[in-house]
């Protein structure tokens, strides 16, 4: 069955970096487009940034801009995050989640939390 | 890219019908048929619930059912059961600006 599994959380102080990846199973990983989510505690679901199936189409919302990148290895089967210049806001659970059509994401991880905090 | 508009609560006894409202502008939700519905219940993952605006994945039950009309979509609950008891938030595709979602609805079964 279909599983993503995030790793990459943990406590970090604002202004650092952070990776976070999702490992894909149970389906053929390089044929679905995938994307980030986040949420911050007690509040809502936020989309963060979504890549093509080849990688080269990439796009992020306003607020983690030029901050953040997603990237994909295929023959891995994996999904990244690479969040830059952390700040408070950034605190939240991440969610990996695989489309099968257009802002459809049927399949999502269990979410990996990320705490900015000094 | 702000949030779509859900009212922040909606409840309903067992049996009744509740409609979720999810108000976008005319670069989002009234822009495309991509809207999709999710259900979270706490400190699990997001659910999906309706897609393209009104179709239901398999496994969905067929008490919940989505229309748009404008800039608006909604999502109905008909004969509301207790373990919708839940979270449920919309999202729209936003073109070049990605996605958006909405501000999320607590359904509460009374």
């Known amino acids: 069955q279909v599983q993503l599994v995030e790793s990459g959380g943990g406590l970090v102080k604002p202004g650092e970096s952070l990776r976070l990846s999702c490992a894909a199973s149970?389906?053929?990983?390089?044929?679905?487009?995938m994307t980030w989510i986040r949420q911050a505690p007690g509040e809502g679901l936020e989309w963060v940034s979504f890549i093509s199936t080849s990688g080269n189409d990439k796009i992020y919302a306003d607020s983690v801009k030029g901050r953040f990148t997603i990237s994909r290895d295929n023959d891995k089967k994996s999904l990244y995050l690479q969040m830059n210049s952390l700040t408070a806001d950034d605190t939240a659970v991440y969610y990996c989640?695989?489309?099968?059509?257009?802002?459809?994401?049927?399949?999502w991880g269990q979410g990996t939390l990320v705490t900015v905090s000094s | 890219q702000s949030a779509l508009t859900q009212p922040r609560s909606v409840s309903g006894s067992p049996g009744q019908s509740v409609t979720i409202s999810c108000t976008g502008t005319s670069t989002d939700v009234g822009a495309y048929k991509y809207v999709t519905w999710y259900q979270q219940h706490p400190g699990k993952a997001p659910k999906l619930m309706i897609y393209d605006v009104d179709k239901r994945p398999s496994g969905v039950p067929d008490r919940f059912s989505g229309s748009k009309s404008g800039n608006t979509a909604s999502l109905t609950i008909s004969g509301l059961q207790g373990e919708d008891e839940a979270d449920y938030y919309c999202?729209?595709?936003?073109?070049?600006?990605?996605?958006?979602f909405g501000t999320g609805t607590k359904v509460t079964v009374l």
């Open positions: 999202c729209s595709h936003a073109g070049s600006l990605g996605y958006v």
């Open positions: 149970g389906f053929t990983f390089r044929d679905y487009y």
């Open positions: 989640g695989r489309a099968i059509a257009t802002g459809t994401w049927s399949s």
